[in-house]
């Protein structure tokens, strides 16, 4: 089983962050590889989405995350219909100040092949180890820099 794991001290609240890493239907903006994102189901506490992604050049896929989450607290993140034969994710905002939150991200998952692990694996890994730069620099173009 292979996981990412990152932490990051961000210039925005708890609040902030929180609500850019769960607002979903955005991710085609500023997540690269995320092409179409369909909403099936929303709750005050559960979102499941399906997502068009591309995995790497030429291999397009289609999966189904089911989110759970405690608002401002955490993300639970299970992918469905999914290269993965497991994948479980898991966001933590912690408060540092009114204007500052640390940020936790780990996953870990197993692919549904060794021939797709051998394919994808590594280009995953580059792509996704440094997530959370990936929304905090979201987070400062629709809050602009904090820094």
């Not at 590889?33 to 896929?61: C, M, P, Y």
Request: charged share 20%.
């Amino acid at each position: 089983m292979f996981h990412i794991k990152c932490f990051a001290v961000a210039p925005y609240s708890v609040e902030q962050m929180f609500n850019i890493v769960n607002d979903v239907c955005s991710y085609t903006e500023f997540i690269p590889g995320f092409n179409k994102i369909h909403i099936l189901k929303k709750e005050s506490d559960e979102l499941v989405a399906e997502i068009d992604f591309k995995i790497i050049d030429g291999l397009t896929r289609s999966l189904i995350t089911h989110n759970f989450f405690v608002k401002n607290k955490s993300i639970i993140i299970f992918l469905m219909n999914s290269p993965f034969k497991i994948f479980y994710g898991c966001w933590r905002f912690s408060p540092i100040s009114r204007i500052q939150c640390q940020i936790e991200y780990v996953s870990y998952y197993d692919f549904q092949s060794m021939y797709v692990e051998k394919i994808v694996n590594v280009p995953f890994q580059h792509r996704y180890k440094n997530i959370i730069k990936i929304f905090i620099s979201r987070a400062n173009k629709i809050y602009g820099s904090m820094v």
